[in-house]
């Protein structure tokens, strides 16, 4: 079917652009503040391996099937649908999609905000004082229970986005993320270097990398598998909305081969970067939410060039964050300017908006609403519970259920575009098909029955 009402839509100015921008989203607070709380909460290695698995036999066939949709149809997650299945109810998975997106979107500038909280604290010099635990945990608590400060920086974060995403695709995502993301890998080597030099850091390592079996149960399963979802961007459409302006020279396998790795390599290296400098300062790893921002200030804090050190992690942090949530947001733009015809400036200020309004709840959720609860949950978990363990992973199966079984004979040749790999199509097809359904649906079923 040709879709050429969408022939002036943007694209990529090269290759590099998309893989950097596709790995910009799938690289974020999910892999530097996220993945090493949960993993510490669920007992280390055992968690890493599950995560690994999760990643090669559910996220990489998963990424596929939306890039192709995305590449296939030229459009916005519900309009993918739409266009690729006219008549069919297809477009509710892209509409919910985007209401995930805007779940995400809306705590994510939240936590954002506390980490440009911290970078501005250590450009100013207040990182030196951290140096207990006691004084690093009081003024984290100190600050996020503070609703009127975290609501300004979840503002000035939300800005950071508009600022970016009204700028194109081109000339904004892409732009940006290839000055971003290769400033983060160097950040985290610098980094790397300095946490496991540190007396006592072998044990960090010790735990990040001895199995210890006995700490598997469902719940780390389906942990890690949200958290699978979570940091590679799939299940709401992110990667359908950046394959839409994919050209059709660009191998898809190839793409998701590479954009899966750096993410899971950086995740893995952030680990090596915070255990060793957790397990040196004698911290527990299982802290939770706040381990990044309560350890490492204070590791920082005893060390040579403080706040040096703090700065670029908290660099770091924010590079990270800025170039996901930039995803996010182009997710609800390219649904605004595609299906309501808006101007670019004007959805990204509206729906950027619509998110941080949404956020504010989150952002109270540990001072004035840290008592409201729902299945025991604060608002601000209970928004990542719900988005990462099961809406991601319930959009993951419909992407892939309609991918390998609903779109008919238009994705053979979408996904042969670019790479001509038959033999590669035929795994990949058996495993949208079957394979990733049927992984997720257990994972999803056994915790919920
Ligand atoms: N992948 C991002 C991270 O790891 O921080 C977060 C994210 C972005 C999740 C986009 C989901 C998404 F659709």
């Known amino acids: 079917m040709q879709l050429d009402q969408n022939a002036t839509r943007e694209n990529w100015g090269s290759k590099l652009g998309f893989i950097l921008a596709a790995a910009g989203s799938a690289i974020g607070l999910g892999n530097i503040w996220r993945f090493p709380y949960v993993l510490g909460e669920n007992g280390g290695f055992a968690f890493l391996l599950i995560y ?73 010099g207040g990182i030196s004082e951290l140096t207990n635990g006691e004084i690093a945990s009081s003024t984290f608590n100190g600050f996020v229970t503070n609703g009127g400060l975290v609501v300004l920086f979840q503002f000035i974060f939300t800005f950071l986005g508009i600022f970016v995403v009204s700028q194109g695709v081109k000339g904004g995502i892409e732009r940006y993320s290839k000055i971003l993301m290769p400033t983060l890998f160097i950040l985290l080597v610098l980094l790397i270097g300095r946490s496991v030099t540190l007396p006592g850091s072998m044990d960090g390592l010790k735990f990040l990398f001895t199995p210890d079996f006995s700490k598997l149960n469902g719940d780390v399963i389906l942990e890690a598998m949200g958290q699978a979802f979570y940091s590679l961007s799939l299940g709401m459409g992110v990667m359908i909305t950046y394959g839409s302006y994919l050209d059709r020279k660009t191998n898809i396998f190839s793409s998701t081969a590479t954009v899966a790795s750096l993410d899971a390599g950086i995740a893995v290296l ?94 109270l959720s540990f001072g004035a609403w840290a008592d409201v609860t729902v299945f025991g949950l604060g608002f601000f978990d209970l928004v990542d519970y719900l988005t990462a363990n099961i809406m991601l992973p319930l959009g993951g199966i419909l992407i892939a259920i309609f991918a390998g079984w609903a779109w008919g004979n238009g994705v053979k040749k979408e996904m042969l575009e670019g790479s001509g790999q038959e033999k590669l199509y035929k795994v990949w097809l058996w495993a949208v098909r079957i394979l990733a359904p049927i992984a997720v649906g257990l994972i999803l079923v056994f915790n919920f029955v």
């Open 52 to 124: 690994i698995i999760c990643v090669i036999v559910v996220g990489l066939p998963i990424m596929g099937a939306e890039m192709v949709i995305g590449r296939g149809s030229r459009r916005n997650p519900f309009g993918a649908f739409k266009a690729l299945l006219p008549g069919s109810m297809w477009w509710v998975v892209g509409a919910i999609g985007i209401l995930t997106g805007f779940l995400i979107l809306s705590y994510y500038n939240v936590v954002a905000g506390w980490t440009l909280y911290y970078l501005f604290q250590s450009v100013t």
């Open 270 to 363: 952030a680990g090596i970067a915070i255990f060793p400098a957790v397990f040196a300062m004698g911290m527990d790893p299982a802290d939770g939410a706040g381990l990044t921002y309560q350890v490492l200030p204070m590791v920082f804090a005893q060390l040579p060039m403080a706040n040096v050190l703090s700065t670029l992690f908290f660099l770091l942090l924010t590079i990270a964050a800025i170039t996901s949530a930039i995803s996010l947001l182009e997710v609800m733009v390219s649904f605004a300017t595609d299906e309501l015809k808006w101007t670019r400036s004007r959805a990204t200020i509206i729906m950027a908006a619509v998110a941080f309004v949404l956020g504010v709840p989150s952002a």
